[in-house]
């Protein structure tokens, strides 16, 4: 790999992971050898990125929540933006609509965030998505849950948050994803990368798109950075 590339802002569900969200082993190594700082950007609870970070042996540098929470280990850095009580009135309107979120009583998929709420895609969404509006709030569809968030939020955000205190250039920054919370990252970043099972709205954003798909494709994207720096 290059020692000029510049850093990395990478998804964690379909891009770092296979068809069935399990973390692919090869893409541990690739992280771990990133010779400029590595952001973690995803729509899971902040406790998920920063363990994979933790266990990565690398500094947390991670957006959660879709922009929602911003770590930096290394600067002693913590933002947390949204409106967690309009998304938790969402989800109390929805159930009482007769839905439910999907994810069981104890509902580990919510227990840890702050700004948001998510509901399993297979829960209806036209429902969801008018009782969001209500109260001020939007429904992303990530492909792997619809969340409920500020409409101010978003991962482009938090990565131009993180560059901001890391001192980094987003023009030299690379970011890698598959979903539509992605394509905020795609706009702000100097090259952005779609895995070929992104849908087409983020392969149309992305300025190159992998063949392969899932972890393959992001492992595509890293041979095609080191081939075009």
């Given at each position: 790999m290059p020692g000029d590339v510049g850093p990395l802002a990478v998804d964690?569900?379909?891009?770092?992971?296979?068809?069935?969200?399990?973390?692919d082993a090869r893409t541990l190594d690739v992280l771990r050898a990133w010779p400029a700082p590595v952001v973690v950007a995803t729509g899971k609870a902040m406790p998920y990125p920063v363990?994979?970070?933790?266990?990565?042996?690398?500094?947390?540098?991670?957006?959660?929540?879709n922009g929602g929470v911003v770590v930096i280990e290394q600067a002693d850095f913590l933002s947390v933006h949204g409106n967690p009580d309009a998304a938790a009135a969402v989800l109390a309107d929805y159930r009482e609509a007769g839905h439910d979120s999907g994810w069981g009583t104890v509902d580990l998929i919510n227990r840890w965030r702050e700004t948001e709420r998510a509901v399993s895609r297979d829960q209806p969404l036209e429902p969801l998505e008018a009782i969001a509006a209500d109260h001020g709030l939007?429904?992303?569809?990530?492909?792997f849950a619809y969340h409920v968030k500020s409409p101010d939020v978003s991962k482009?955000?938090?990565?131009?948050?993180?560059?901001?205190?890391?001192?980094?250039?987003?023009?030299?920054?690379v970011a890698i994803g598959d979903s539509r919370n992605d394509v905020s990252m795609f706009e702000a970043v100097g090259t952005s990368i779609a895995v070929g099972n992104a849908?087409?709205?983020?392969?149309?954003?992305?300025?190159?798109?992998?063949?392969?798909?899932?972890?393959?494709?992001?492992?595509?994207?890293?041979?095609w950075v080191g081939t075009t720096d």
């Open positions: 964690i569900d379909g891009t770092l992971t296979d068809q069935n969200r399990a973390l363990a994979l970070c933790e266990f990565l042996g690398i500094d947390s540098a991670v957006i959660a929540e939007v429904v992303v569809d990530t492909g482009g955000q938090g990565l131009e948050t993180i560059a901001t205190q890391m001192t980094f250039a987003l023009g030299d920054t849908p087409e709205s983020v392969r149309a954003a992305a300025d190159y798109v992998t063949e392969a798909t899932y972890a393959d494709g992001f492992l595509e994207a890293i041979e």
